[in-house]
Structure formats: structure tokens, C-alpha cells
């Protein structure tokens, strides 16, 4: 019987905890590769940084009692997979998964999400892939909390890792987007959902009292009560049930192409 070959990275760094909760959960589907940034990496989408060093690090760490030989890499997300795929696994894997991640990655900044973004560059190389996040207090994004209990998350990395290792998915469907809620349980109901067009998370004016200093943009999560029903975002808040979102690296709008062409000339007309 064929072994599944998985390749597993994440946004938040090699040192993640959610990083190794979903190791432990893919690691009964198959042989898991892991190679995650060396350092934390949220927010860069899909980037290919040019000044990335490109450097690997191969570490041994321990899961389920046996030792792993894995890769930190001086890149981003997507870099990862990249070098992963070229230079570090025998063959093109049968599975991506990018998560668990602190902290949900839901609404129209989806894109911003180094989780989702790995996740796109691994369908860009015709592999299966999977994003995986976990609803968190904000304060324990961009860290590596112990408090962030990972098990229900990693119940669903593994059941949609089955799913996408064992049937092929209708066609435009290139990424599943997994956020499940920060109360749920390995019972809670998953739902089909679509991203809400509805701010999520807003960036902050940096506090600083002159343009020529120092200012770091934050962001924050938005207090919205009207996420539609049937969104990321209203599943996820609202209903509590983890939320699955297909995602299709074509990003042409689906407006009526007459219509669209319509519009255009008759504004140019004018």
C-alpha cells in the first residue's frame, strides 16, 4: 500500500506549537516533511521576497516518540514550499498542509495570511492543499502560547487531510481555507462557507509624533455584527462551527463579462 508523502509548513515558524499539533495529527496519514520558516512570517500572503537568504536548516526534534529530521528555512511561507518541493523532497508530495496558525484568517484579508498564502503556492504546483487555522484571542497572535489548546484544531487538520489524500475535488477548487472556533470540540459541525466581503481585521494608525519616526502597523479584530449568514466569518463568530472555504487560484471576477464590457463602453463613449 502507498505511504502518503505530506508536506506540512506554517506561517508562524518552525518553533510553533500549532506547527507540531498538526505533525502529531498527519503523522497517522503518512510520512510528514516538515519545512516552516526559520523565524515568525505572519502576514506575508503569498510573497517570494528577493532578499530572503534562502539558507536551510535541518533540526531534529521529537514527535510521537520518534525523532524527526525537519527543515527551518530562511524564507517566507511560500518559500518554503518552494524549496521543499525543488530541492528537499524526493517527489512532488501528495498533500500541503499549511497551520495550525494562531489566530482565525477569515474576510477580505484572507490574502494578507502567510497560512493561506503557502497553502496557494502549493495549488500553483498542482498539489492538493490545505489551510488550517485556529480562532485565538489576539493576544496570542504572532506568539508561540502554550495557553492555545490545538487539539480539536488538529482533529480537523487530519480529517481534511483524509479527505484531500483520498478524492479529488471538483475542478476551480484548488485550496480548502479550515478555520475552526476557539470552543470547539472534535463534534463540532463543519459548514461550507464563502469569505465575507466585510472587514475582519483593520490596521491601526501607528502611534508615533513625527512621519520621519519609527511607526509600526498593528492591526485589530472589527467588532461587525453583520457578516452575512453563510460567510467565513458569521460561521466561524456567530454559529461557532468551523468553517471550510474553498479557494481557486483564479481570481477573475465573476461578473458578467457583457455586462462588464457594457459598462466600460459606454464610460469610454463619454
Do not use: C
Request: proline fraction near 7%.
Amino acid at each position: 500500500m502507498k505511504e502518503y508523502q505530506i508536506l506540512l509548513t506554517n506561517d508562524d515558524g518552525i518553533e510553533s506549537p500549532g506547527l507540531w499539533a498538526a505533525a502529531e495529527a498527519l503523522s497517522q496519514l503518512g510520512f510528514v516533511h516538515v519545512t516552516a520558516p526559520r523565524e515568525q512570517y505572519s502576514g506575508a500572503g503569498r510573497s517570494l521576497p528577493s532578499n530572503s537568504d534562502g539558507l536551510i536548516e535541518s533540526r531534529q526534534v521529537k514527535v510521537n516518540g520518534k525523532i524527526w529530521t525537519v527543515y527551518a528555512i530562511g524564507g517566507s511561507p511560500a518559500q518554503t514550499v518552494q524549496h521543499a518541493v525543488l530541492e528537499i523532497l524526493p517527489q512532488k508530495p501528495d498533500l500541503v498542509v499549511s497551520g495550525i496558525n494562531y489566530g482565525e484568517n477569515v474576510g477580505t484579508g484572507v490574502t494578507i495570511s502567510g497560512t493561506v498564502g503557502a497553502a496557494l503556492e502549493a495549488a500553483a504546483l498542482g498539489i492538493p492543499a490545505l489551510a488550517i487555522s485556529l480562532e485565538t484571542d489576539p493576544i496570542h497572535h504572532l506568539s508561540y502560547s502554550t495557553e492555545v489548546d490545538f487539539s480539536a484544531a488538529a482533529h480537523f487538520t487530519a480529517l481534511f487531510a483524509r479527505l484531500l489524500l483520498t478524492q479529488r475535488l471538483p475542478e476551480d477548487v484548488d485550496v480548502l481555507k479550515v478555520d475552526v472556533p476557539i470552543h470547539a470540540g472534535s463534534e463540532t459541525p463543519w459548514k461550507i462557507t464563502h469569505i465575507t466581503r466585510q472587514s475582519y481585521y483593520a490596521p491601526v494608525q501607528p502611534a508615533r509624533t513625527s512621519l520621519d519616526g519609527p511607526g509600526v502597523l498593528k492591526y485589530a479584530r472589527v467588532d461587525n455584527p453583520h457578516h452575512p449568514p453563510g460567510s467565513d466569518a458569521y460561521t466561524l463568530r456567530v454559529e461557532g462551527l468551523v468553517s471550510v472555504t474553498p479557494l481557486s487560484l483564479d481570481l477573475t471576477s465573476r461578473v458578467a463579462f457583457e455586462e462588464l464590457e457594457r459598462v466600460l463602453k459606454q464610460a469610454a463613449d463619454h
